[in-house]
């Protein structure tokens, strides 16, 4: 598509269930991120794709987030048992080169997560 | 560990008066620097970047930073604001030897008032 794609845009759930969050990256982009914005905060990485693998998801903050991506294509960040400090923007971006000092992302609008 | 630090959570200026949100990064080896901006229920567009070349860096919308490895700083600044500036600005950095990864500011809200 012609920008990076997010869904849902907008998720309220309780506490303790399961939610998934989706990237559809720019066609061709080979490299795709996640990363989560709270509240009046910077951006957190949480990991990277290079392709379907993951080089790097030292972001993570625990065991209740993963994540996967389809060959070059969609990703998903799931979050298991969500709890209150969940709540954030999840933003994600993909770019055509791979992992480098230099990297120029382009960024989806989010997707904001609400954990009541 | 290595960061970014932006010296302003907020800053406000008036229509067509000059805007300079200021940014110092750790020192390490030569970094890349970038400014985003997040306008309010939009993506993170890419502003201008800096990879070795020109210390003096021009971007989109008037803006520009200037790479000053002394002072370890790279503040981004516009000579005219405009009311279609007022956003969230990001500075940037990513370093070779972390393998790339991109370490955001904690962010400067721009206001701008008519």
């Known amino acids: 598509g012609a920008g990076v794609s997010q869904s849902p845009s907008n998720k309220v759930t309780e506490k303790g269930k399961d939610v998934e969050l989706r990237c559809d990256p720019i066609?061709?982009?080979?490299?795709l991120y996640w990363y989560r914005q709270r509240l009046g905060q910077g951006l957190e990485f949480l990991i990277y794709f290079q392709g379907n693998s993951a080089p790097d998801k030292s972001g993570l903050p625990s065991d209740r987030f993963s994540a996967e991506r389809t060959g070059e294509s969609v990703s998903t960040l799931t979050i298991q048992r969500t709890q209150q400090e969940d709540s954030a923007v999840y933003l994600c971006?993909?770019?055509?080169?791979?992992?480098?000092?230099?990297?120029?992302?382009?960024f989806g609008a989010g997707s904001r997560l609400t954990v009541l | 560990a290595q960061s970014v630090t932006q010296l302003d959570s907020h800053v406000s200026v008036s229509e067509g008066t000059p805007v300079l949100l200021r940014c110092n990064y750790s020192?390490?080896?030569?970094?890349?620097l970038f400014w985003y901006v997040q306008h309010p229920n939009k993506g993170l567009q890419l502003l201008l970047k800096y990879t070795s070349a020109a210390t003096l860096v021009k971007g989109i919308n008037g803006f520009e930073a200037e790479f000053k490895k002394s002072e370890t700083s790279f503040h981004l600044t516009k000579p005219s604001a405009h009311m279609s500036d007022a956003a969230e600005y990001f500075c940037v950095v990513s370093y070779y030897n972390q393998g790339g990864k991109l370490i955001f500011g904690q962010g400067t809200e721009l206001s701008v008032k008519p």
């Open positions: 066609s061709g982009h080979t490299a």
């Open positions: 971006a993909s770019s055509p080169q791979p992992y480098s000092g230099a990297n120029v992302l382009t």
């Open positions: 020192s390490s080896y030569s970094p890349s």
